[in-house]
C-alpha cells in the first residue's frame, strides 16, 4: 500500500551479517528513532546499552544459549527496563520512590519494548537487519552482573544488527482474521487448522523435508513446560517486586 507498510510486512530475523561496519551516525539515528516511540507518562523508562568488547559479546553469547551471532554481528544492543532514572528524579525532588508495583513494571517493560521495535524498524529502513535475542532471560542474573545493572533496571532482551547476508524465507503469520475481533472477543475465526497447514508447509520447504510441525504442536510444546521460572526471583533482586 505504501513504503512504510511494505518495510513492516517485509521484516524478518537475519542472523548471518556482512562484514561491512555500521556508523555511529547511523546508529545514533536508530537509537533517536527509539527514542521517538510512546513512552507512558513520558517516563522513558528503558536503557540500550551497546556491548564491544569481544570477550562480553561472548559471555553474553553463552548465556543466550550459544548464539554465535551475538559475537559476529556489527552491532549488539541489551535493551533494559529501567526505572533508576526514575528513582534519580525522585532523589532530585527531594523525594523517595515507591517501587516495586506491578504498574510500575509494566510501564517499564512496555516502554522499552516499543523503543526496541523503533529501533528494528529505523535499521531497517537503513538496509540494516537484525534479531531480538529474548536468550538473554535465560540467564538473567549473569548478564546484570557482566552489565553492571544497578536495582531498578533488568535487560528484556538484546538486539543484533547489521547488512544481511542472507535473505531467509519469511515465517507466515496468522491471518489478519484470527487477530482482529470486532467488540468482543471470540475465538469463531481462529481457523487453527488451516494455520497448521500453512506453517507445517512452511518449516517443510525451510528444511528441505527435514521438519515438518505444526504451529499448535510448536506452541503447545513450548508453553506446558516452565517458562524461565528464575525471572521472578530476579526481578524482585532488580526491585521489581510487583505488589
Not at 559479546?57 to 544459549?65: E, P, T
Not at 497447514?197 to 513446560?225: F, L, P
Request: charged letters at 25%.
Amino acid at each position: 500500500m505504501n513504503q512504510t507498510i511494505d518495510l513492516l510486512k517485509n521484516h524478518r530475523s537475519i542472523r548471518k551479517f556482512t562484514s561491512e561496519k555500521v556508523s555511529d551516525e547511523k546508529l545514533i539515528a536508530i537509537i533517536e528513532s527509539a527514542e521517538s516511540a510512546a513512552t507512558s507518562n513520558f517516563i522513558q523508562a528503558y536503557s540500550v546499552i551497546r556491548v564491544t568488547k569481544p570477550e562480553n559479546r561472548k559471555q553474553l553469547a553463552a548465556f543466550a544459549g550459544g548464539q554465535a551471532w551475538i559475537e559476529q554481528c556489527p552491532v549488539f544492543l541489551v535493551f533494559c527496563a529501567d526505572l533508576k532514572r526514575a528513582q534519580s528524579a525522585c532523589t532530585f525532588e527531594n523525594k523517595e520512590m515507591d517501587s516495586g508495583y506491578t504498574e510500575q513494571f509494566l510501564v517499564a517493560t512496555v516502554d522499552v519494548t516499543l523503543a526496541a521495535q523503533n529501533a528494528m524498524i529505523a535499521a531497517e529502513s537503513m538496509g540494516l537487519g537484525g534479531v531480538y535475542i529474548g536468550g538473554l532471560r535465560n540467564q538473567p542474573d549473569n548478564v546484570a552482573k557482566l552489565l553492571k545493572l544497578p536495582e531498578h533496571v533488568y535487560p528484556i532482551f538484546g538486539m543484533c544488527l547489521g547488512y544481511p547476508d542472507e535473505t531467509p524465507e519469511q515465517k507466515p503469520r496468522m491471518p489478519a482474521k484470527m487477530i482482529l475481533k470486532d467488540d468482543y472477543y471470540s475465538e469463531g475465526d481462529d481457523d487453527l487448522s488451516q494455520y497448521n497447514e500453512i506453517c507445517s508447509e512452511y518449516y517443510k520447504n525451510r528444511t528441505s523435508g527435514s521438519r515438518d510441525e505444526t504451529w499448535t504442536h510448536q506452541i503447545a510444546n513450548m508453553v506446558s513446560v516452565p517458562a524461565r521460572p528464575h525471572m521472578k526471583g530476579f526481578l524482585k533482586q532488580q526491585g521489581f517486586d510487583v505488589k
